[in-house]
């Protein structure tokens, strides 16, 4: 199975600062057809995930584009241009090249 | 818009068989473009996948390894709604299960979660 791992686990940000939070892959998510198979989604309090980006840099629809997915390979970066009060919960990539899709440990994160 | 609305008991004995429903509306069960999972929750495992269900001119299943003997997901075009068994189960098995559409790789639709207590 390709383990995903995550870094920070935890990260207080300001509101209005730019945040970024790492995902790597034990093995490399670039398919032969040229996408990274790199999905990040938010779980915020109480509800259930949603899907922010998928195919390493798409956003989903109606994602507010301060939320931005990069990376290639098995190094992969979502940034928030300027994190706003709503944005808080906990972050997960997942892999979805190959069964059994596997997620990341989740990184919290909350306003300071 | 497609929503996914999960039904199903709460508590189930153990050694019993864990049974949930995702009614499917907005969407098709049998789509062509799209598959059906779920996708459990605890705080000892995180987040993950148990399997899925789909349709490419005839039925598909994969499911993960940990669970492969004891799972079965099925589609019910009649009710357009997927269904997850999970038979033997024990207390490890508590978890919040989701239901979840599969799209481009992704999983963009998710049912609201069932929190499944596994206790006598």
């Known amino acids: 199975d390709i383990v995903m791992t995550q870094s920070p686990l935890s990260l207080p940000v300001t509101s209005g600062e730019p945040a970024s939070i790492s995902c790597r892959s034990s093995q490399s998510l670039l398919h032969s057809n040229g996408n990274n198979h790199l999905d990040w989604y938010l779980q915020k309090p109480g509800k259930s995930p949603q899907l922010l980006i998928y195919?390493?840099?798409n956003r989903a629809s109606g994602v507010p584009d301060r939320f931005s997915g990069s990376g290639s390979g098995t190094d992969f970066t979502l940034k928030i241009s300027r994190v706003e009060a709503e944005d808080v919960g906990v972050y997960y990539c997942?892999?979805?090249?190959?069964?059994?899709?596997?997620f990341g440990p989740g990184t919290k994160v909350y306003i300071k | 818009q497609v929503q996914l609305q999960q039904s199903g008991p709460g508590l189930v004995k153990p050694s019993q068989t864990l049974s949930l429903t995702c009614a499917i509306s907005?969407?098709?069960?049998?789509?062509?473009?799209?598959?059906y999972d779920w996708v459990r929750q605890s705080p000892s495992r995180g987040l993950e996948w148990l399997g899925r269900t789909y349709y490419r001119s005839k039925w598909y299943n994969d499911y993960a390894e940990s669970v492969k003997s004891r799972i079965t997901i099925n589609p019910d075009t009649s009710k357009n709604q997927v269904s997850l068994q999970l038979i033997s189960v024990t207390p490890e098995d508590t978890a919040v299960y989701y239901c979840t559409k599969g799209y481009k790789w992704a999983f963009d639709i998710w049912g609201q979660g069932t929190m499944v207590t596994v206790s006598s």
């Open positions: 907005g969407d098709s069960v049998s789509s062509d473009s799209a598959t």
């Open positions: 195919l390493g840099s």
């Open positions: 997942m892999q979805g090249l190959q069964t059994p899709f596997t």
